[in-house]
């Protein structure tokens, strides 16, 4: 469910104070906690360092990102990847395939006798 639009969106009054009379190129990354703050048109350039719940997430603000909220660009959870057991052997079955095609590539080296004895 949306914000009404009566209410207005939702932006951290702590942020705004904070980049007030500031330029992005001036002002480093900008540590926040308030994810659920939305990106509103002033923040467009800076820095913010939006917490994930264990460190800090640097989060460059474009102009694509007005009206989304901080927390959408800073995960919380870590991506390993998707497959299992079937997964596995094909990603094996693709580094064999990479090491011996370089081994085939490689040219073997032939030693010339020692001329010195």
Excluded: C
Excluded at 11 to 28: C, M, R, S, T
Excluded at 39 to 62: R, Y
Excluded at 63 to 92: D, Y
Aim: glycine share 8%; proline share 5%; charged share 30%.
């Amino acid at each position: 469910m949306t914000r009404s639009l009566k209410k207005g969106p939702y932006v951290d009054e702590k942020l705004l104070k904070k980049i007030a009379g500031k330029k992005p190129v001036q002002a480093g990354p900008i540590k926040t906690w308030a994810r659920r703050s939305q990106i509103s048109p002033e923040m467009v350039g800076f820095t913010f360092a939006v917490h994930n719940g264990k460190s800090f997430t640097d989060v460059l603000v474009a102009e694509e990102m007005v009206g989304h909220r901080l927390g959408e660009f800073s995960f919380t959870k870590k991506f390993t990847r998707h497959g299992g057991k079937m997964q596995k052997e094909l990603e094996q079955a693709k580094r064999e395939a990479e090491i011996s095609a370089a081994k085939a590539a490689k040219p073997v080296e032939a030693k010339a006798p020692d001329a010195k004895k």
